[in-house]
């Protein structure tokens, strides 16, 4: 199980009152596996996801990413944590204007201290995996809104992450364009073996999911109630 959420709880202060945005929610994703998370605004589709990349510690619960519990890591031990495990898609791309679709992805294995032309090679082979081999020196305003889109989930793969986390992707295509995305995503997912977290509000897209939930006002709804799996501690140095 590559992914584990238990029991989780997560609140924020609202004026003189407190907002509780996850309500003591559980969800396992194992690896090379895609669950689909959806729900309307507001039901904490955001927040699960957050704390799943643990950028935002809960009040309660565990996080467990690849069988390492999050208990009591420091904030670097966290960033080490999600440097090597954890991939991110935001909703809008964020590529850098003035670097090339390959360099995009280089950046991410430089900061990780990689040798520059293993990081070339494994960039080059990502973005033919996505379909953009032959627009791997072109910048972003050469690329369509899909192609773009192709780099930001290319990019998100660059360090072999065990949990993929993916948030709207398609938000801003048309229909076809997102329908592609989505089916990339899925074969991606399965070719990469991670566990992948999709936060979509595009119910069409759904059929290509291995499991669906649905979170209402910070509650989440599973076809079969989850099961806590055990953490084991981070290697410290």
Excluded at 52 to 67: C, E, N, Q, R, S
Excluded at 89 to 118: H, Y
């Amino acid at each position: 199980m590559s992914l584990c959420l238990t029991d989780i709880t997560l609140t924020y202060p609202d004026g003189g009152t407190t907002l509780t945005a996850l309500d003591q929610v559980s969800l396992e994703v194992p690896r090379g596996s895609l669950t689909a998370v959806v729900g309307p605004s507001g039901s904490g589709k955001s927040s699960l996801l957050a704390v799943a990349a643990t950028l935002i510690t809960p009040d309660a619960g565990t996080v467990t990413i690849d069988g390492t519990c999050t208990d009591g890591l420091t904030r670097g031990e966290l960033t080490e944590l999600r440097r090597h495990k954890i991939g991110v898609v935001f909703q809008q791309p964020n590529l850098l204007p003035s670097l090339t679709a390959a360099e995009q992805l280089q950046v991410m294995a430089q900061i990780d201290g990689r040798e520059p032309r293993t990081a070339r090679n494994r960039a080059l082979e990502l973005l033919d995996s996505v379909g953009l081999a032959d627009q791997a020196g072109r910048r972003p305003h050469q690329l369509s809104g899909g192609q773009r889109q192709r780099v930001n989930l290319a990019r998100a793969l660059m360090n072999d992450p065990t949990v993929l986390l993916v948030d709207e992707p398609t938000s801003a295509l048309d229909h076809e364009r997102g329908a592609a995305v989505i089916d990339l995503l899925t074969r991606l997912t399965h070719r990469q073996a991670t566990a992948t977290v999709l936060v979509t509000h595009d119910r069409t897209h759904l059929t290509a999911a291995d499991q669906t939930v649905e979170v209402h006002d910070g509650r989440l709804h599973l076809p079969a109630p989850a099961r806590a799996s055990g953490c084991l501690p981070w290697p410290r140095p």
